[in-house]
């Protein structure tokens, strides 16, 4: 049974399920003797210099690359709260339930940035890699370098917890999706707010711009979808 799922570029797709394992389109991309462990509760698919990247973190506090466990990134008896990856596949981002927030290198193999703040609930990557936005148990919505894990700009107005972020592909707007079913989006140099419009009823659980910008689609937890 799956319990995450993540889209990646060319639309390569993989599914975490309750035993621990990885379930892809291309089933090359995780070993067929997979270790079975804790449910999967995040999970993210990019490309990379090596090909597809895929990384899961369990219930249990294990995290896996493509199925194998990295323990540098582990942290047994935490539960994991958001996952992304940038494009690039360069760097990658993981909130836990205690409020550790870790920004890690693939590059060079070590943690870039480590740091304890309210609990971040939703992690994403602008398309150049170079900015991290945190969704954060505070309402509060903070851009972050990524190469130095520095805070750079702090987004307000939200009313809720917001549990989805998402750019659009020119890395001018942010969008946020909260408990409260409303989407609010920014502007990203000025931290600006732009608009807040209501999404589908309940919480927002998921967030995306159309490539051209023009659109965007918010999926709640009840099944429905607005754009």
Wanted: aromatic share 4%; proline share 4%; glycine share 12%.
């Amino acid at each position: 049974e799956p319990t995450a799922w993540a889209i990646g570029p060319e639309g390569t797709w993989c599914a975490g399920l309750r035993d621990g394992r990885l379930a892809c389109g291309n089933p090359r991309l995780v070993p067929a003797d997979q270790i079975a462990g804790a449910p999967v509760r995040a999970l993210t698919v990019t490309k990379s210099e090596g090909g597809t990247l895929v990384v899961s973190a369990g219930e249990d506090g294990a995290v896996r690359v493509a199925g194998a466990p990295m323990p540098q990134l582990s942290r047994p008896g935490r539960r994991p709260l958001a996952l992304a990856i940038a494009t690039n596949g360069q760097r990658l981002a993981l909130s836990w339930d205690d409020g550790q927030r870790v920004l890690f290198s693939f590059e060079y193999r070590k943690e870039i940035d480590s740091l304890k703040e309210a609990a971040a609930l939703a992690l994403a990557f602008s398309s150049s890699g170079e900015t991290l936005a945190v969704a954060r148990a505070d309402k509060q919505v903070v851009l972050v370098e990524a190469l130095t894990g520095k805070t750079v700009r702090q987004l307000e107005g939200a009313d809720s917890e917001l549990h989805a972020v998402a750019f659009d592909g020119a890395d001018a707007r942010l969008a946020a999706g909260g408990t409260d079913g409303k989407v609010l989006v920014w502007n990203v140099a000025d931290g600006r707010l732009l608009g807040t419009f209501m999404g589908p009823r309940g919480r927002v659980g998921a967030l995306a711009f159309s490539n051209d910008g023009a659109r965007l689609a918010a999926a709640s937890d009840d099944g429905t979808v607005r754009v």
